[in-house]
């Protein structure tokens, strides 16, 4: 019957998705209950926030209003929820990010050997308990445990079993991912900005992608792969709070609800990440723009960030009491404070050349990245997901196994190259022999050598079809380099300590004057800076991870410097890029700076634009525009072309449906749809008033407007559309995807990876 | 002949105001270079955003479209003026904060006594040097000094130097303050707030503002008045910069671009204050709402910031190569991980009634302020206002002298507070005495006593005509407070120390169970969050400022509670409590929620409403229209009520003039001002054309959407005014000024000290 109307339009595929979801939503009952127009979106569309911010001022309202102690406690308990939901997720995603750690160490593990104690020890907890001096022979390499004595054959045993197992791992969570969450792939960081924008996502928020998500990044990063663990970290979260918030109604039924705890989730999986809890924040306020200027939103983050930090702290996963490996690294200095006269002038130097070594090496990562994801995209390799996870692994793991430095995984190499040499602690594959210069050369070819294979492996592997973060693999680029900057300045100031250069340093060459392990730090933030163009949460995760708030001024100089020399070889960061070439919704919040164009120059004239006429247009026009045209709304007009308001898709066919089901069907189709108050005297048995469809909250600009303005309008009020009007005449109209083209124009590969053209 | 026309305008006094400073800037030359409209604000309005930024936009488009080398170099050179003021702002506020520090330290030491060296050493300067356990003889007390023996004697000439010089320093600041610079009184945060968020008030950050706050602030620092100086740190700041960004036309002429400079000098002002860059950038974002969404004024923020602390720790005033005093609290320690284990779940419930005493107290203390600094404007007091700042200097000092714990200056006892008690270090005041629980009690009764005395003198001096921060004696208060709970748990802790309560506390109680040094930071932060109402930037600073990272957890609970128990006794914190009361024009970033209003009830009708009519309003209609009414700007609408633009009164002044000039005054006053395209065909000889005047940001709404909507449009996009439309009519405008008073209208003292009714 009524279904008749719906189920008989054939339309663009995207159309009979967005009815199809809309039927399950409506679980049978739609008659019985009208839904608020609006209030669903399909996967793919983008939320209008104006909308929800109104429909979520109606639902306090109607609490709020509530007689008695119903009307005290509800908001109450409303605000309870929001609070359970976020602490459960800094909770679950802390818990999830010590097992993940636990997980990883002992998988990395087993590619070199086994306890003998029992197989599900790693090699810390294996030689744990042993007092200072004492040799751990309980931790056995595969070649002690199958007793070959054979220098030969030991070697190839341990390289095959390193390889084979890498292979192993990494072709299981290509497999996993590939058959059962495919959204599981990736960094997920640009997903995430952009569902925090407004695009509409779900799917990728499931709780099979979760498990797949975080179960796959364990393999992964266990296999050796050039990859981190905290862009998929924050999806994790982000996928945790989605969960959490489907057991209230108030986040089911409100998009910008939700999206706030998505905020404060994401903040938290960067917390867990890098045991940094003001960096999650920090995060979240300039990468994902997540909390715009709402600092309810960022102490909830703030409070989810710390959370998710205490409860890591609890399960201790390194078994050191700290958050992060790293942070080991100034601990040999007894305050910190001691450090602050440990960097000179001069030192400047090198420091901002590790910057513009960032800052460009940073750009061809992303370049490299981009040219490899679309031949993937275009190629026969794009076919065979998991043979190239597998392929990549044993590439990775034969490279990395002969060429030291790369063989334990990269957050044990970074924790090294961080570290200072210290005579009383082991040295590191050779890198603190201090008095021999050939032994200082090889390291710096090393280093660089290593440098330069991961710059190739990284660029390759952050797009294939594994969980993979791009985060650990550029500090681990950065701090090689920085390293190798260090080591090249120390040899220096060896061979010459008197040069007028080194002045400032102290006159006995066997003091300490170079710090190499701060010199690799440099070149992490550099490195950071170049491939992400974050700023102010790359030194505050930096100092959080390393402990150097002294030496907060030189970090900053050197993200700085990358930074700009960065964006001079193209503006955009590795997450914007990879966010414009699947033409996600999502506005960048830079300033935007037009050459004088105004808003006509972006809006779609009203010549092209499908319009409902008051008074003018029947019913069954209306539904033909419904069948033929798959826009979220469109414009109403009166007969003279004057603006009479906005309506959706959504709300018009639920108002048709409606009267249908109380009126009839007879004679609808040659009904005229009113939607002004003009029409009051024309007899109700030849129209329908549809006015209570249009929507309250449209954003009306003329066109003269500059393109600057519109497209901050755009940016602080997150609007789907806004309207042109002259003299109240309808003149145009620009959507937020109109200005996200409008931004994306100047990347040569926007929307190359974009699955199907989105819905309008 | 045509300043006739200007200055035969006799209007309020506002409107001459305006034209005079108009004069002023045009510096003679007016008819030669024509001034873009809209460009000059007088000192009481607000600025439009929209408009600035639009000016800005042609500026930048200017610089980009010059030929060649030219257009390559001039926008750099634009941004390197921009980090030209910021870095010498950062510089210039540490070496100014040290210097304070410096002469602080020195005037405070000089109520007790003197150094043998010379009469300008401080006691730490006097005494530094000596080997551990040998005694400092250098500085002398009075008394010994001028080498009296009697026990009375002494001890009356130390109280009243003590005394004596409290009342000449609170007298001369405000002495100082009240003859040369009135605007350098009290803390600056709200002037601060409503600048940076558009009100032009550029007398309050004039270079003689400056010198007189800083000077103000040593005295009153000095003077032992319940004062801190934070707030004004960052009025001294934003002056710093302000003096700087003259030196360049792009600050003088742009609003918006002076206000990113002004924010990143904030920022830097309480990184000084504070020795806490990370807190100082987050009380920018929290607080002050500096930031907005653009992440390039936050970098900006964070380098000033870290640029102004390290100047600060070059210059070392506390001669302890630390930042600030506090943070010697935790150094007591190993490790800051140490600290981990030592706090059991059983004391949140201490820790949260600390937070309810603080959100309690805040709301107390924030009521008192508003009471005392009405009764001051309402009655003699506010005649005589150095008398009574010479009165409360007596008072203060009298009461501290008595109760020894208000002897020393605040951020001492603080600092003492906060450090737990080492039998190896010297005991403050008997506040360690362990096994006597008389002296316990009797440590108990004084410092609640010194926090209630504290709490009226804190909220009397808040106001007086004295640079006066609220943030050190808020602390103070919270420090007080949480010590003296502290002890009360350790009593009954060391009383029974095997009741169920205590089990999870070692079972030895002569081991520490219970730190009242962190009871201390608790309170610190509890009394913060009451008063202030800030959040996550409040618990950034305390962990920056004591170094108890890892009891980030409580600090956070306690800060939590406090602002939920304070906003239940009135939502605002006291600095929005101050714009309110001064009527600034500034929008609390609040979300805002309507009980179902829509903007209708809140817009000014088109009936009540002075506009100009498009092709029938002459010259001389207009010139009596500005002469009578001393709006910022009008309406245009055509015969038929259809809205033609906006326009503001500088610009038709300006039209005007120079036509006059060009064209002469003959038969001008009988000529039609025409707005729109639509009279080009009238003779050119009967109208002027003054479509050029029309503002071409302006933001149309229709008065249907919500008052929420509208509220949030203009906190995010901060325009001058909207406009309403309906189908082409202007229906109605609303101004900034009408937002803000909707804001206020629910706090009863609102507009109780503001100066004379402000301009519209």
Not at 30 to 59: C, H, M
Not at 682 to 702: H, Y
Request: proline content about 4%; some cysteine; overall charge neutral.
């Amino acid at each position: 019957m009524v279904a008749g109307f719906r189920h008989s339009t054939p339309g663009p595929s995207d159309q009979y998705n967005q009815l199809h979801e809309y039927e399950l939503t409506a679980t049978g009952n739609l008659y019985n209950s009208v839904p608020e127009p609006g209030k669903k979106y399909t996967d793919g569309s983008s939320i209008d926030w104006l909308q929800e911010e109104a429909a979520e001022r109606e639902r306090s309202h109607a609490l709020h209003s509530q007689a008695g102690v119903r009307g005290a406690l509800l908001p109450a308990l409303d605000s309870a929820r929001m609070w359970i939901v976020v602490i459960a997720t800094g909770i679950g995603i802390g818990l999830a990010g010590a097992w993940l750690d636990v997980l990883v160490k002992w998988l990395g593990d087993i590619r070199e050997g086994r306890c003998a104690y029992g197989f599900f020890y790693n090699s810390v907890a294996c030689c744990s308990g042993l007092d200072a001096g004492e040799f751990c022979v309980e931790w056995q390499t595969w070649s002690q445990y199958f007793h070959i004595k054979s220098m030969f054959a030991s070697s190839f045993l341990q390289a095959f079993v390193y390889i084979s197992l890498a292979v192993i791992f990494g072709g299981t969570s290509a497999f996993l991912v590939e058959n059962y969450a495919p959204y599981a792939f990736h960094t997920g960081i640009p997903e995430i900005k952009a569902i925090l924008s407004g695009y509409v996502f779900d799917a990728f928020l499931s709780p099979w992608t979760l498990l797949i998500k975080a179960l796959g990044l364990a393999l992964a990063v266990a296999s050796g792969l050039s990859l981190g663990k905290e862009g998929p970290l924050v999806h994790v979260a982000c996928c945790m709070a989605y969960l959490f918030s489907r057991m209230f109604k108030q986040f089911r039924h409100n998009e910008a609800s939700k999206r706030r705890v998505l905020a404060a989730a994401a903040a938290a999986g960067v917390s867990v990440a890098f045991g940094s809890p003001l960096g999650g924040v920090l995060f979240g306020l300039e990468e994902l723009d997540a909390f715009a200027s709402e600092t309810d939103v960022m102490w909830q983050g703030f409070v989810a960030s710390a959370i998710a930090a205490v409860a890591l702290q609890w399960v201790n996963p390194f078994g050191t009491a700290k958050l992060v490996l790293f942070q080991a690294c100034y601990l040999n200095f007894p305050s910190v404070t001691a450090l602050s006269d440990t960097w000179r002038a001069f030192e400047l130097i090198p420091w901002i050349s590790l910057g513009v070594i960032g800052g460009v090496l940073g750009s061809l990562i992303i370049r490299l990245n981009v040219e490899i994801a679309i031949y993937r995209r275009q190629s026969a390799v794009g076919e065979w997901p998991v043979l190239e996870v597998v392929f990549a692994s044993g590439v990775t793991a034969a490279l990395s196994y002969l060429v030291v430095f790369g063989r334990v995984q990269t957050s044990e190499l970074v924790a090294n190259l961080f570290q200072e040499c210290d005579p009383t602690k082991g040295d590191y594959h050779g890198l603190c022999n201090k008095y021999s210069p050939n032994a200082t050369k090889e390291n710096i070819f090393l280093l660089v050598l290593t440098a330069f294979i991961k710059v190739v492996l990284t660029a390759w592997t952050f797009g294939m079809m594994v969980p993979a973060g791009i985060f650990l693999p550029t500090i681990g680029i950065g701090a090689c380099l920085g390293r190798a900057v260090g080591l090249v300045m120390q040899s220096i100031y060896r061979s010459h300590p008197t040069a007028w250069f080194f002045q400032s340093c102290p006159p006995d060459p066997s003091v300490r004057c170079i710090s190499p392990g701060f010199y690799a730090i440099i070149g992490a933030a550099s490195m950071l800076g170049g491939v992400t163009r974050m700023t102010i949460s790359l030194v505050v995760i930096l100092f959080e991870l390393t402990g150097a708030l002294s030496h907060v001024l030189p970090i900053m100089i050197s993200v700085m410097t990358a930074k700009w020399v960065g964006d001079a070889l193209g503006k955009d960061g590795i997450y914007t890029v990879w966010i414009a070439m699947r033409r996600y919704p999502w506005l960048p919040p830079v300033h935007y700076r037009d050459q004088g164009e105004t808003a006509a120059h972006v809006m779609r004239s009203v010549s092209d634009l499908v319009v409902i006429k008051d008074g003018v247009t029947t019913v069954r026009e209306l539904l033909d525009t419904l069948r033929q045209h798959d826009y979220h709304g469109f414009p109403v007009i009166d007969k003279h072309g004057e603006y009479v308001g906005y309506t959706t898709r959504d709300s018009l066919q639920l108002a048709i449906d409606e009267i249908h089901f109380t009126e009839g069907a007879y004679g609808l189709e040659d009904k005229i749809c009113t939607f002004s108050k003009n029409y009051m005297l024309v007899s109700a048995s030849n129209r329908i008033d549809m006015s209570s469809t249009l929507e309250t909250t449209i954003i009306q600009l003329r066109k003269e407007v500059s393109q600057e303005m519109l497209v901050s309008m755009f940016q602080k009020m997150n609007p789907r559309q806004i309207i042109f009007t002259h003299a109240g005449k309808l003149t145009g109209m620009v959507t937020k995807r109109d200005i996200v083209d409008l931004l994306t124009q100047h990347f040569p590969h926007a929307a190359s990876l974009a699955r199907e053209p989105p819905p309008t």
